[in-house]
């Protein structure tokens, strides 16, 4: 059964860093994209930043500049660098994976930006 554990959230003051982490584990297959979504109250999901396993990214706009995902093949993980958080960062934050076309979705991890 494919998991995927994140790690890393937590409080941070405005123009702070973190660096989320996400293994998928339980598969004999590499995910062909890993990624990070995040979804604040009363909002829906939101696509943050991907990565696929030949190394190509795609970011929101909101974080373009700021945040930078990175994997790391061997280990079927991901990280996300978040540099320059805003109060508007604040959400839970999902790691994404596809495997084999199918979509796993870790338990999430709690980012919140406050002074």
């Known amino acids: 059964q494919v998991q995927l554990v994140e790690s890393g959230g937590g409080l941070v003051q405005p123009g702070g860093s973190l660096r989320l982490s996400c293994a998928a584990s339980?598969?004999?297959?590499?995910?062909?994209?890993m990624g990070w979504y995040r979804q604040a109250p009363g909002k829906e999901r939101e696509l943050v930043a991907v990565?696929?396993?030949?190394?190509?990214?795609n970011y929101a706009d909101s974080v373009k500049g700021r945040f930078t995902i990175s994997r790391d093949n061997a280990k079927n993980t991901i990280y996300l660098q978040m540099n320059s958080l805003k109060p508007e960062d604040t959400a839970v934050y999902y790691c994404?994976?596809?495997?084999?076309?199918?979509?796993?979705w870790g338990q999430g991890t709690q980012v919140t930006v406050s002074s």
């Open positions: 994404h994976a596809v495997i084999l076309g199918y979509q796993y």
């Open positions: 990565v696929t396993s030949g190394g190509s990214t």
């Open positions: 339980g598969s004999l297959f590499s995910p062909k994209t």
